[in-house]
């Protein structure tokens, strides 16, 4: 599975914030203890299997009743999966109401995290008793390992599961259980720290934008690929009336290249429910953003709990705006009418600064006119990204030269998945010639980007052209970007 979205590399900072374990005596090192645990039981199971296998795992940790104890600063608790097909691992721990939890359970190597010789695992959170399921996730972003953010709606004991993908969702979801060779993995458990730099929390009440909550930014801590500023935040819906109004100042000294812009981008973790990260609120979530000064003309707006699953997996949508550098804006989470509200109807989102790809110039509308693109190398073939906007009646064309050997032209856009007042976004790829590909052609919709899926190239054909254009503007929300990558791969 792979996502799009920006969260995973932003979580890989989110140790950066959790609540420090400075403080606690050597003697209660809680990693040190379940670790010696975990692999004492380790040696047990090992014995099972050469007996034939089915017998109990040695771990002892194998249900919710007999789970390992594990405290809030349980980050990098060594343990393992064994017998790997069947194991299922249990872990308990106290959460307080109002903690912002962080849990996870990595195997895979940093460098190759869809190596199947791991174990793909998954998490599940339980109440005490193991009968209900809270939340469960698979895979995060950018890796099989597994990863939740939780709101503690109430205190008390919770339980986590931690086991391998085929064990869950049986042989056909998952890569084969036999090809696993090393049955490590860590789980983790912390608490995010509410007062951490890069951290924003929902600040009651915050109604209005005169009562409006700050978001806080910070640089990029160790660069990385992106560079730019981020927060991560999160808040609750109250009552179905609650609304959560935001303010955010765009930081004036983030790289932007020649020819790109600045971009605002809140993306928003994981599809709600049992299934996902718990949260209740699983429709009608509005995110809309107005600059401060003028608060009630929509710049961006999308409903956060519309999914794509085109791609056999539950994609979100993103809030991806220009934004100006030095300007202040209001962002606003409400429930639409006729919600009902749930019982712990939670938010989690990241925030990014940062430069755009290229951005289209003007003329462009004729395939005369197309602007010619560089394409950059990339491990699939060659990928070109364009970022742009559509006027009404507007058509923008873009070229891209075809090298020897590439076969298959892909188009992957995004408007109204980004929050963008274009709707009916629509591609087609034609050849030099100006003659359309077969099977060329595509649009978006509420709940689906745009995919051109391996167009036929034809052949000969020196130029790939790419024309970009929209069915119309949603009078209620005056974006008019949109983001499109190219992409040209051999003939299989
Ligand atoms: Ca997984
Ligand atoms: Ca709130
Ligand atoms: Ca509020
Ligand atoms: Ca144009």
Not at 32 to 53: K, M
């Amino acid at each position: 599975m792979r996502s799009r979205h920006l969260f995973g590399l932003l979580l890989s900072t989110l140790s950066l914030v959790a609540v420090s374990s400075m403080g606690i005596g050597c003697g209660d090192d809680p990693g040190g203890t379940a670790g010696s645990g975990a692999q004492g039981g380790s040696g047990g199971a090992g014995g099972n299997g050469g007996s034939g296998g089915g017998g109990p795992d040695a771990d002892g940790n194998t249900s919710c009743d007999t789970a390992e104890v594990l405290d809030l600063l349980g980050m990098d608790v060594p343990s393992k999966l064994d017998p790997v097909a069947s194991d299922r691992d249990y872990y308990k721990v106290e959460l307080t109401k109002g903690q912002a939890i962080y849990l996870g359970a990595t195997s895979k190597p940093e460098e190759d995290p869809y190596n199947e010789t791991y174990p793909d695992t998954v998490i599940t959170l339980f109440s005490a008793d193991g009968k209900t399921q809270i939340a469960q996730n698979d895979d995060m972003s950018g890796s099989n390992d597994s990863e939740l953010l939780y709101l503690v709606p109430e205190s008390g004991t919770y339980c986590l599961e931690v086991s391998e993908c085929g064990t869950v969702f049986g042989p056909d979801f998952c890569a084969p259980a036999e090809n696993i060779t090393n049955v490590d993995y860590n789980v983790s458990v912390f608490e995010l720290n509410p007062d951490a730099p890069l951290i924003t929390v929902d600040g009651e009440p915050n109604e209005t934008p005169a009562q409006s909550t700050t978001v806080k930014t910070v640089s990029f801590p160790n660069g990385g690929p992106i560079s730019g500023y981020q927060s991560i935040g999160w808040g609750t819906f109250s009552a179905v009336s609650d609304k959560d109004v935001y303010e955010f100042t765009v930081a004036g000294d983030f790289p932007v290249d020649p020819g790109s812009r600045a971009l605002c981008i809140f993306d928003f973790w994981a599809p709600a429910g049992p299934d996902g990260s718990g949260s209740t609120a699983t429709n009608g979530v509005l995110v809309s953003v107005a600059d401060a000064s003028a608060p009630n003309v929509v710049l961006a707006r999308t409903d956060m709990t519309v999914l794509d699953v085109s791609f056999g997996y539950p994609e979100l949508p993103s809030l991806t705006m220009p934004c100006g550098k030095g300007k202040s804006y209001l962002i606003t989470l409400a429930r639409p009418d006729g919600i009902t509200g749930g019982a712990n109807d939670f938010y989690f989102f990241s925030h990014v600064q940062a430069g755009s790809n290229l951005v289209e110039t003007e003329p462009n509308d004729s395939a005369a006119q197309g602007l010619e693109l560089t394409p950059t190398e990339d491990m699939t073939g060659r990928v070109t990204a364009i970022t742009g906007d559509l006027a009404a009646g507007d058509v923008d064309t873009f070229v891209v030269p075809v090298p020897e050997g590439m076969g298959l032209a892909s188009a992957y856009c995004t408007a109204e998945r980004s929050g963008s007042g274009l709707r009916g976004l629509q591609v087609s790829l034609l050849d030099g010639n100006d003659q359309f590909l077969k099977n060329g052609s595509g649009a978006e919709g509420q709940d689906h980007a745009l995919w051109i899926d391996g167009a036929l190239i034809t052949a000969g054909a020196t130029q790939v052209k790419m024309q970009v254009k929209t069915d119309s503007q949603d009078p209620s929300n005056t974006g008019t970007y949109y983001y499109c990558s190219l992409s040209l791969a051999p003939l299989e």
